[in-house]
């Protein structure tokens, strides 16, 4: 009996009013599942072999067997690739992941959810726009927007600042936000200035 208890219900032969497990007689409380009757300890959870005789509900895996829900969700439900849970329901796809939509398709760093525009970190987690421009380092340094298209102005970096890009057209003195492209130019703690600008500041 014990042996039929895990066996798929669907491939054994079956007589109305019997046990799907033991094939004797049903009288009383019983569990109806795949369309066959059973005694309440005799239809098995296939993984943590738990009856179900206090309610729980009989779950029919796609190889035939009979799961407790929690199992039947680990080992037919896609884990989620934030939270690392069994997804059941709407799936999102992406990254060769799958993601609860409401409440984990979002963007790694700041958590803000993610409206079906994404992009791929370095680790291969999920980014939005903005995260994904500044781990390129392709965030302008006069606006803090991304820098899409056009021409991108780099200020190499030094051994105290790092390289920071630019929009041609944000490339500015940061005290008189003179346009410095195609100009010459100092920097200064980190900061571009024209010429005028920095010998009247620092020198």
């Not at 509900?57 to 929690?70: L, N, R, S, T």
């Not at 992941?97 to 700041?110: D, R």
């Not at 970190?121 to 606006?143: M, P, Q």
């Amino acid at each position: 009996v014990a042996n039929d208890r895990l066996f798929p219900p669907k491939m054994m032969g079956y007589i109305p009013g019997t046990c799907g497990a033991c094939k004797e007689p049903v009288i009383g409380d019983h569990i109806t599942a795949f369309m066959m009757s059973w005694h309440l300890d005799h239809l098995l959870c296939a993984v943590c072999n738990k009856d179900f005789s206090d309610g729980t509900q009989v779950c029919e895996g796609i190889d035939g067997f009979a799961y407790c829900p929690d199992d039947w969700q680990k080992r037919f439900c896609p884990s989620c690739g934030t939270c690392g849970e069994p997804i059941v329901g709407p799936t999102v796809n992406a990254l060769n992941k799958s993601f609860h939509p409401e409440k984990c398709f979002a963007c790694f760093e700041c958590k803000k959810m993610l409206d079906g525009k994404f992009y791929a970190s370095k680790d291969g987690n999920l980014l939005c726009e903005a995260h994904y421009f500044e781990e390129t380092g392709r965030v302008c340094g006069g606006c803090g927007k991304p820098i899409i298209a056009g021409k991108i102005i780099t200020m190499k970096a030094t051994d105290k600042y790092p390289e920071v890009k630019f929009h041609r057209d944000h490339f500015n003195c940061h005290f008189c936000h003179k346009n410095l492209s195609g100009q010459k130019y100092k920097r200064m703690k980190g900061r571009q200035y024209c010429l005028t600008c920095h010998l009247e500041l620092f020198e």
